[in-house]
T-cell receptor
């Protein structure tokens, strides 16, 4: 089934450690996104990429970095994790050439930083 | 003020009830309006989308958009326990999308 694959599904991480969340899509969408979802705050955009080779900052980019070496992959890196980064992280993709820009989501990664 | 406001609930209804979920927004530039459904420990999945004002129906689900009031609604008829989920409204313009915080719905048998 076509879609977005995220890994790992969950992770417990010690504060100060480096962590990369992986995201792969097979829909050949040009745009990809990383969100974090926290209770009461909804989905907040961390970083996005409109096309391979370009990235941009979203609403809450501090402490996170991304890269987009090719169309399919969009990893999110926490260089030095802090407890406030405990959250559920969702990767999404869309065909940004289509005016409605419907985003399709992965199943998420649950991250706990202790 | 957030760009998109959505009552987080929780909302609990008996099976068969009509459910009304709503969002308000402040940016009149939004053109596409969407509803996502998110089951527990899953990612959001697109339920419906509409363009500009008007109604759209899909089975038991009806989406309404009133751009003059900056208000969108999702109605669920004959609600089922399987409809129990969090519903997120979303809206976009120029590839820029904003989400509501989500309303948690429980439909009791």
């Amino acid at each position: 089934i076509a879609g977005i694959t995220q890994a790992p599904t969950s992770q417990i991480l010690a504060a100060g450690r480096r962590m990369t969340l992986r995201c792969t899509q097979d829909m050949r969408h040009n745009a990809m996104y990383w969100y974090r979802q926290d209770l009461g705050l909804g989905l907040r955009l961390i970083h996005y990429s409109n096309t391979a080779g370009t990235t941009g900052k979203g609403e809450v980019p501090d402490g996170y970095s991304v890269s987009r070496a090719n169309t399919d992959d969009f990893p999110l890196t926490l260089a030095s994790a802090v407890p406030s980064q405990t959250s559920v992280y969702f990767c999404a993709s869309s065909d940004s050439g289509a005016s409605k820009n419907i985003q399709y989501f992965g199943a998420g990664t649950r991250l706990s930083v202790l | 003020q957030k760009e998109v406001e959505q009552d987080p609930g929780p909302l609990s209804v008996p099976e068969g009830a009509i459910v009304s979920l709503n969002c308000t927004y402040s940016n009149s530039a939004f053109q596409y309006f969407m509803w996502y459904r998110q089951y527990s420990r899953k990612g959001p999945e697109l339920l419906m989308y509409t363009y500009s004002s008007g109604n759209k129906e899909d089975g038991r689900f009806t989406a309404q958009v009133d751009k003059s009031s900056k208000y969108i609604s999702l109605f669920i008829r004959d609600s089922q326990p399987s409809d129990s989920a969090t519903y997120l409204c979303a809206m976009s313009y120029n590839n820029d999308m904003r989400f509501g915080a989500g309303t948690r719905l429980t439909v009791k048998p």
